[in-house]
């Protein structure tokens, strides 16, 4: 008789009752971390069902993808060279969206950083015999400089007239490539080919094959210089987020931001700052890859670097000292994902795995509890 | 270069930022911002033209396009309506797997030859009225002429039927329109399928009309984050949006069309005799999308207008707040 209006009768045959429920403490330090691990393998085993749809074979795809970059010495130092500019894109789009904001154009700074850091050898402000103790952190300041600038322009825009910095990154974006090409093309071309001369030796990052006579193990490795600035990048990041007053700033606006103004805390001008910042690490990263890598400003220095690092910052969980190890897998994903077909694999599995970790976070602020439905005799 | 053929061509491109862009008024307007439209619109250019390319059939494309980008759609809306997450992380999210996505599948796809493509055609009697007929109404796709149809259409729905009200109210007060009973959580869910669905229609237009083919990323190039930027100028009102995406679509012909002759208004043209000051017609519309945000919020900030109160912001049934 009363079966009928018992609300578990609603769901008869099916004796699990799913509730979720919002997590009142925080979870141990390990779960997150379980819980990002999780995602990735599910994301990779999705990207595996997609390759073998477009006709792909996923396991070799994935063998491919270990072998090719971990597989010894060599290609592991190749993997460290993709993962340089990496470091410096993820901890750049760490900072910007700690104090959430979406600073979606690390491409386009990493582009003008590798302009700004070009503007010194081929303007050139300084001759090609200057000291590479002179030419490197000049190069380096110019990089910074001129990804914060390119940072500046939508922070500006958006303390000042509140645009979606989303759309102005993303469109810098677009603006700081055909930039570039415009002096690759036009200014600097060398001898009508769509690239600038070779730099001088003394502008090159020194780079572990440079010392192979000292140390034979170093024969042919390319690792450079730029994984070492970025593994003390990621180290000053940590300290200005995490043990300086502004770093608590940053912190606390992102948090509230109706608490941060009550603090009497300048939203408008850390808006401003926070992008430069975090524009001036992805110039950084642009300057690494010019002078450690390709040596001469070319078109197609990035296969976009930039993007990937909003995932690696995702997957760090904007931690500093996290960006490391996961630009490292991730440079591994892009160094051996040139070889195999269809070339788009690589995006597809980076795409997927960015899915998966914005929907795994629900399991972090929320638990998930399934009640065995007590059947009412 | 000429003028009526510019702003005809403009049209016509335009026209792919108008169906991406009302698309995007349709979700937001329901409260969800989807920033995926980009990697719909690619996934609708990749699947129109694979499946015009292996059937032969145009409309079988379109078709398929849309369906593909409105299913794309339904993971962004899973992750911010039932999972909560932020709306602008999975939006971008959706960019990459949708870009992934195309260009895995439409992998060799670019060297596919001549297919049949969605026709060009003029409405008689039409094209006889001076400046307008030339312009829109001789030789444009039916792409284009669905897109004259489709403003008003969707104008009169968002602003004067009763699921148009729903829409709205689902988007400024979600708590509100659920004590009246609409579902709120099924109604994002519609509307974000409807403007995946109008992305991968967005999508087909380029692939099989306006300019036909798979070129990769370069398809779109953007034109997903302008009609973005655009739905912010366009006041979330399909009628601006109409006007926004003629400029922009008029814009890229000149750039086009500006490096052709040898003298500009009597001068002789510095784009013509430079031809790599192209790269900063380039920027232009970038550029301009930019400006256009600008005036965008100063005019919203004037007239006190803006976004629906709920966008961005994930509906939690029982909770405090919007």
New interface residues.
């Given amino acids: 008789m009363t079966d009928a209006i018992t609300p578990h009768t609603a769901r008869r045959g099916f004796p699990y009752r799913i509730r979720f429920e919002k997590r009142l403490k925080e979870p141990p330090r390990w779960y997150p971390v379980l819980v990002s691990l999780g995602a990735v393998l599910v994301a990779l085993l999705f990207g595996g069902i997609l390759i073998a749809w477009a006709g792909g074979d996923p396991i070799a795809s994935y063998k491919h993808i270990g072998r090719a970059s971990f597989g010894n010495l060599g290609v592991f130092s190749d993997t460290i060279v993709k993962a340089t500019p990496l470091i410096f894109v993820g901890l750049a789009c760490s900072v910007a969206f700690r104090m959430r904001l979406w600073n979606i154009g690390a491409e386009g700074q990493f582009f003008l950083g590798a302009f700004g850091a070009s503007a010194v050898v081929l303007i050139p402000l300084l001759p090609p015999e200057t000291s590479p103790w002179i030419f490197i952190p000049t190069m380096m300041l110019a990089g910074i400089a001129a990804g914060a600038l390119w940072g500046f322009i939508p922070g500006f825009l958006k303390a000042r007239y509140n645009v979606n910095e989303v759309i102005s990154t993303l469109m810098l974006n677009y603006i700081a490539v055909a930039w570039n090409n415009f002096f690759i093309f036009a200014v600097w071309s060398e001898g009508g080919f769509q690239m600038s001369p070779m730099f001088p030796k003394t502008a090159w990052l020194p780079r572990l094959a440079d010392y192979a006579k000292q140390y034979p193990i170093f024969r042919g490795l390319t690792s450079h210089l730029g994984f070492i600035i970025a593994i003390i990048t990621a180290v000053i990041v940590w300290f200005v987020l995490y043990r300086s007053r502004w770093g608590y700033e940053i912190r606390l606006i992102g948090d509230n931001p109706e608490a941060a103004r009550y603090a009497g805390i300048n939203i408008a001008r850390n808006t401003i700052l926070v992008m430069m910042f975090s524009g001036g690490l992805a110039g950084l990263a642009g300057m690494s890859e010019i002078t450690g890598v390709v040596h001469r400003l070319q078109g197609a220095i990035s296969p976009g670097y930039g993007f990937t690092g909003i995932i690696i910052a995702w997957l760090a969980k904007l931690n500093p000292f996290a960006v490391i190890p996961v630009s490292i897998l991730f440079g591994a994903l892009i160094l051996a994902g040139r070889e195999i077909q269809p070339s788009g694999i690589p995006k597809m599995i980076q795409g997927i795995i960015l899915v998966c970790l914005i929907a795994s976070d629900f399991l972090i602020r929320y638990r998930i509890r399934i009640d065995r439905q007590v059947e009412e005799a | 270069m000429d003028l009526i053929i510019i702003l005809q061509a403009g049209v016509a491109s335009g026209t792919v930022l108008l169906f991406a862009t009302i698309g995007e008024i349709f979700a937001e307007r329901s409260g969800v911002m989807n920033?995926g439209v980009e990697?719909m619109m690619l996934l609708g250019a990749m699947s129109a033209f694979s499946v015009a390319v292996s059937t032969g059939n145009p409309w079988l494309g379109l078709l398929v396009a849309m369906l593909a980008a409105g299913l794309l759609s339904q993971?962004h809306a899973?992750?911010t309506i039932t999972?909560?997450?932020?709306q602008?992380?999975?939006g971008?999210?959706?960019?990459?797997?949708?870009?992934?996505?195309?260009?895995?599948?439409?992998?060799?796809l670019s060297k596919a030859g001549a297919i049949s493509l969605l026709p060009n055609f003029s409405i008689p009697l039409l094209t006889k009225i001076p400046l307008i007929g030339p312009i829109f109404f001789t030789n444009q796709s039916i792409m284009v002429y669905i897109g004259y149809l489709f403003v008003p259409l969707s104008w009169y729905y968002i602003n004067r039927t009763r699921p148009g009200m729903h829409l709205r109210a689902v988007g400024e007060h979600p708590a509100a329109a659920d004590t009246l009973g609409i579902n709120v959580y099924g109604t994002r869910y519609f509307y974000v399928f409807v403007g995946g669905v109008l992305a991968g229609l967005a999508g087909a237009t380029i692939s099989l009309a306006i300019s036909p083919g798979w070129f990769?990323e370069l398809t779109t190039?953007?034109q997903g984050?302008?009609a973005?930027?655009l739905v912010?100028f366009a006041q979330w009102d399909p009628v601006r949006a109409m006007f926004g995406s003629y400029a922009f679509g008029a814009l890229r012909r000149l750039i086009l069309d500006i490096q052709g002759p040898l003298t500009l208004f009597g001068f002789s043209n510095p784009f013509y005799y430079?031809p790599?000051?192209g790269?900063?017609l380039?920027?232009l519309p970038?550029?301009f999308?930019?400006i256009v945000?600008?005036i965008g919020?100063?005019e919203a900030?004037r007239k006190r207008l803006g976004a629906p109160a709920a966008l961005g912001l994930p509906y939690i049934r029982g909770e405090r707040g919007l």
């Fill in positions: 920033l990697g993971i899973f992750i999972l909560q997450a932020d602008v992380v999975s971008l999210a959706l960019t990459f797997l949708g870009t992934g996505i195309s260009l895995v599948l439409g992998e060799g990769s190039a953007g984050w302008i973005v930027g912010i430079n790599y000051w790269f900063f380039q920027m970038y550029a999308t930019i945000l600008v919020s100063r900030v």
